[in-house]
């Protein structure tokens, strides 16, 4: 079967930096997508990672290493409306997003 | 701008009621996806619409139905409610089928099935 793992929830403190991991097993590779949910809030998008290696985007950035299945998604200089959750998505040879249950990120001052 | 919009955007419901919840977008995007979400689970596709006229089945599809007459409306509907349809609905749209294009997605319609 198809699964993304990733943990379930993460505390970390105001201007520090944390990693958030995702590992996954798929039928094939499109691509991985990280997205940020607010509580009672749509998804949306922050990262697409197709290629082995980081993409940074201002404070998040994201890395890819296929071989091994996994990638991580950083968030340097924390601030409070960073907690949230973080979605980790993969597209499958047949080009459907299979998500992650999500990472609860929680910042404390 | 206006993006995509979710109708209703929370409903209690008595099981065996039919329900349609309603999803329109201004976007002009072609491929248009139903998702629900629920707790300590990815979301997981319903139904989705590659373009106008045509639609398929996603991984939880059953007791489910939609409809795709335009480019811009994607509605949902249950033809009769159950608990376990209880959940939180998104309705999501992106420029292309095969893409790698992100999804923009509906704030969601909170729906009790009781």
């Known amino acids: 079967g198809q699964n993304i793992d990733q943990p379930t929830e993460m505390t970390a403190t105001e201007g520090a930096i944390v990693q958030i991991n995702c590992t996954y097993q798929t039928s094939g590779f499109n691509g991985l997508f990280w997205y940020q949910q607010h509580a009672g809030e749509a998804p949306t998008f922050l990262s697409y990672n197709v290629l082995d290696g980081l993409e940074e985007k201002g404070r998040f950035s994201s890395f890819l290493s296929r071989s091994k299945g996994y990638s991580y998604l950083l968030l340097k200089e924390l601030q409070m409306k960073d907690s949230a959750s973080y979605l980790c998505a993969v597209m499958d040879s047949n080009y459907q997003l299979i998500w992650g249950a999500g990472t609860k990120l929680i910042i404390k001052p | 701008t206006a993006g995509i919009t979710q109708a209703p955007t929370s409903q209690i419901l008595a099981a065996g009621r039919r329900m349609t919840l309603r999803c329109t977008q201004d976007m002009r995007h072609n491929a248009m996806y139903w998702y629900r979400q629920d707790l300590g689970l990815g979301l997981r596709l319903i139904h989705y619409?590659?373009?106008?006229?045509?639609?398929g089945k996603g991984e939880v599809p059953d007791g489910y139905s939609v409809s795709r007459a335009n480019t811009d409306d994607f509605p949902l509907t249950l033809a009769s409610a159950v608990p376990s349809q209880t959940s939180v609905y998104f309705c999501?749209?992106?420029?292309?089928?095969?893409?790698?294009?992100?999804?923009?997605f509906g704030e969601g319609s909170r729906l009790t099935v009781l």
């Open positions: 619409s590659n373009t106008a006229g045509t639609t």
């Open positions: 999501a749209s992106s420029d292309g089928t095969g893409n790698t294009g992100e999804l923009f």
